[in-house]
Structure formats: C-alpha cells, structure tokens
C-alpha cells in the first residue's frame, strides 16, 4: 500500500482544513487508517485513527471535539478534518496504515511500528 497526503497549508488560528490520503495498491481494505503528527523538535505522535469499516474511530485528547477522521473505502482515500485549529497544532502530518487490530496503541505506544507510512504534509497555524 502507498500512501499520498495532501491538503496542508497555512491557516489562522480558529480555521479549518481538510486533509487528504489517497491509497494505491491492491488491498485496501481490512487495513486500519491513522493520521499522526510531529512537531518541530518532538516526537511523532498519534492524533486519530479508523477501523477497516470505518466503524470506530479514535482520537488524541489535544483533537477532540476538533478533529474528525473518516475513509472511502470504495476510492481508497482517509481524511481528516481539522476544525477551531490551534498555533499547538502546527506540524508536519502524516498518514499510516497498519493490519494488526489494536488502534490503541497508536496512542499509548512510543513510535509505533505501523506497516506503511506515507510522505507528511505541513499544516501551519498562525496566532
């Protein structure tokens, strides 16, 4: 699986922007999705994760109520809605997928392995 992100750009404080993940390769699906970020000078951290059929859904602390993550399973994509950014929001975004069920790690595990990852896209939010 190949992962394309796009979508980034430079929003105000208290914008909203859509980021886009487009699949190619022959399976799709039963994958888990998730988008994750980093920072300058931190680590890569979890911000929202799906399930194969789009069922469950889960979401760092600092996003929710903000952000919403959803899939397309028919046309391989996942998105990410990002509502009422924040500066603390800046950071290079990535998406990933992985084929073991357990999206919570993502969130509780330091660097989880994911099977794919793909290139980052850089969501700036300005004060």
């Known amino acids: 699986v190949q992962l394309q992100a796009s979508g980034g750009g430079l929003v105000q404080a208290g914008g909203s922007l859509r980021l886009s993940c487009a699949a190619s390769?022959?399976?799709?699906?039963?994958?888990?999705l998730g988008w994750f970020r980093q920072a300058p000078g931190e680590e890569r951290v979890a911000v929202a994760g799906i399930n194969w059929s789009g069922g469950y859904t889960y979401y760092a602390d600092s996003v929710k109520g903000r952000f919403t993550i959803s899939r397309d399973n028919d046309n391989k994509m996942v998105y990410l809605q990002m509502n009422s950014l924040k500066p603390e929001d800046t950071a290079v975004y990535y998406c990933?997928?992985?084929?073991?069920?357990?999206?919570?790690?993502?969130?509780?595990?330091?660097?989880?392995?994911?099977?794919?990852w793909g290139k980052g896209t850089l969501v700036t939010v300005s004060s």
């Open positions: 990933a997928a992985d084929r073991s069920g357990a999206i919570s790690r993502w969130f509780t595990t330091p660097r989880p392995g994911m099977d794919y």
């Open positions: 390769g022959r399976t799709f699906s039963p994958i888990n």
